[in-house]
């Protein structure tokens, strides 16, 4: 599917998960099926159901909080819809640690190619990830909303306990643990009060 996908964007280059992406993250090797097969019942609507008490209280998402994030408390939700584009970018004080539940691909950049609150989009790489891939996002790793390959995404997201809940804006901090910076185009945000400093032509992907 990936030859199909570089076929319809050739103006983009979409890597694999090869040694370029350990600038941004690390590939987790660990069965997660039992997760994935619930997060398949969910609906294709975009949605964000950032706290999944059933797959918190797996053994293998449980296994996997506690090699990463070191007994902390952190949540799995499930992320999922329809989406072409890079309009934003945003970022952690921790790692994302994300479980594909379909092929999508990720548009990643780094936090230290940010001039104050602007980045350049020509510097964002595009990442394919095949279903089933466990990947790690470190914390200084720029990421968004998976890019669909065919029909929709699917994915679970971990992150700390408390992140994107509400508090007071401070410049491009957003909600709790969420820094994010939107591109001039992503009008609805802009008017929302996000910062504009996603600069250059907005990424948009052609998918099956």
């Known amino acids: 599917m990936l030859e199909k996908i570089r076929t319809l964007n050739p103006d983009y280059q979409i890597n694999e998960l090869d040694d370029s992406f350990k600038e941004y993250g690390r590939i987790i090797k660990q069965d997660m099926q039992e997760a994935i097969n619930y997060a398949t019942t969910y609906q294709n609507t975009n949605a964000y159901d950032t706290s999944v008490q059933a797959l918190e209280e797996m053994p293998c998402i449980q296994d996997l ?4 994030y070191g007994y902390l408390d952190v ?5 999922t819809g329809k989406n072409e584009v890079l309009n934003g970018l945003e970022y952690h004080q921790c790692s994302e640690t994300i479980i594909a539940v379909t092929d999508y691909i990720l548009a ?12 350049d989009i020509d510097k964002c790489e595009l990442f394919y990830v095949p279903k089933g891939t466990v990947v790690e996002l470190y914390a200084t790793t720029l990421h968004y909303t998976p890019i669909t390959v065919k029909d929709s995404f699917k994915t679970i997201c971990l992150l700390l306990r408390g992140t994107g809940d509400s508090c007071q804006r401070r410049g491009i ?10 591109h001039k185009d992503n009008v609805e945000k802009v008017q929302a009060g996000d910062y504009p400093g996603l600069k250059g032509k ?3 992907i052609k998918y099956l």
Do not use: H
Not at 65 to 68: A, K, Q, S
Not at 75 to 79: H, Q
């Open 173 to 182: 901090l957003k909600k709790k643990n969420k820094w994010f910076i939107a």
């Open 108 to 119: 990643l950049g780094k936090r230290q190619d940010m001039e104050e609150n602007d980045y």
């Open 75 to 79: 949540m799995a939700g499930v992320v």
């Open 65 to 68: 909080i506690n090699d990463i």
């Open 202 to 204: 907005m990424i948009r």
